[in-house]
């Protein structure tokens, strides 16, 4: 089954750097779709940061670009979102996403899709990103 399971979340400072996984299980983190995607309270979900297992295309929302990237690790299964320059914007819970790579998809639209719940079926439980001084 497939299965995602997030860890690294925490109270940073205006500045500092968290590097969050998302190990998986159940398929290949090589060949599927995944993605960062975050919730801030009373806000919408978000997409962070993706990335296309098909041709390895990248997408990164306006407000991280140059300070977040999306990592892969294959031979642990795992990726990460490697976040430097952190603000206190970027409060929120994150959250990974997986999406198989048999769906053909444009990974800038599914990265900002307004509902990402929707269009991506494996999530890790979320992990909170606390950045204040």
């Known amino acids: 089954q497939q299965h995602l399971v997030e860890s690294g979340g925490g109270l940073v400072q205006p500045g500092g750097s968290l590097r969050l996984s998302c190990a998986a299980s159940g398929f290949s983190t090589d060949s599927y779709h995944i993605g960062w995607f975050r919730q801030a309270p009373g806000k919408e979900r978000e997409g962070v940061v993706c990335l296309s297992g098909r041709d390895g295309t990248t997408y990164s929302a306006d407000s991280v670009k140059g300070r977040f990237a999306i990592v892969r690790d294959n031979a642990k299964n795992t990726f990460y979102l490697q976040q430097n320059s952190l603000k206190p914007e970027d409060t929120a819970v994150y959250y990974c996403?997986?999406?198989?790579?048999?769906?053909?998809?444009?990974?800038?639209?599914?990265?900002?899709?307004?509902?990402?719940?929707?269009?991506?079926?494996?999530w890790g439980q979320g992990t909170q990103v606390t950045v204040s001084s």
């Open positions: 996403a997986a999406l198989p790579p048999s769906r053909f998809i444009d990974i800038r639209s599914q990265c900002t899709m307004r509902t990402p719940e929707e269009g991506w079926p494996y």
